[in-house]
């Protein structure tokens, strides 16, 4: 059972920065699109930014211009960093891949890390 690995959240001021960093452990065959998806309490996950295999990207309104995701095709990372935080960005956040895996047949599915939590407070 593949698990992604999160890191790099924390408590940060307004205004400031945090770079998050995901490793997807095991032997993938492919790996599609990675992305983050943010999830604040008592509302729905939702889709932050996303890159395709490609390097295209896709990004929330609300972070547009202030975050960036990249990507690590040869060691299966993804990154996301996170500028000029506002109080509003605070959230659990997750990483996800669409990838597939060989045991003797192709098996592809969507995983998902454990999330990382992100506090935007002064």
């Known amino acids: 059972q593949v698990q992604l690995v999160e890191s790099g959240g924390g408590l940060v001021q307004p205004g400031g920065p945090l770079r998050l960093s995901c490793e997807a452990p095991?032997?993938?065959?492919?790996?599609?699109?990675m992305g983050w998806y943010g999830q604040a309490p008592g509302k729905e996950r939702e889709l932050v930014a996303a890159?395709?295999?490609?390097?295209?990207?896709n990004y929330a309104d609300s972070v547009k211009g202030r975050f960036t995701i990249s990507r690590d095709n040869a060691k299966n990372w993804v990154y996301l960093q996170t500028n000029s935080l506002r109080p509003e960005d605070t959230a659990v956040y997750y990483c996800?891949?669409?990838?597939?895996?060989?045991?003797?047949?192709?098996?592809?599915?969507?995983?998902w890390g454990q999330g990382t939590q992100i506090t935007v407070s002064s």
């Open positions: 095991g032997s993938f065959s492919s790996i599609n699109a």
């Open positions: 890159i395709s295999s490609g390097g295209r990207t």
């Open positions: 996800n891949l669409d990838g597939c895996t060989y045991t003797g047949a192709f098996y592809c599915r969507s995983y």
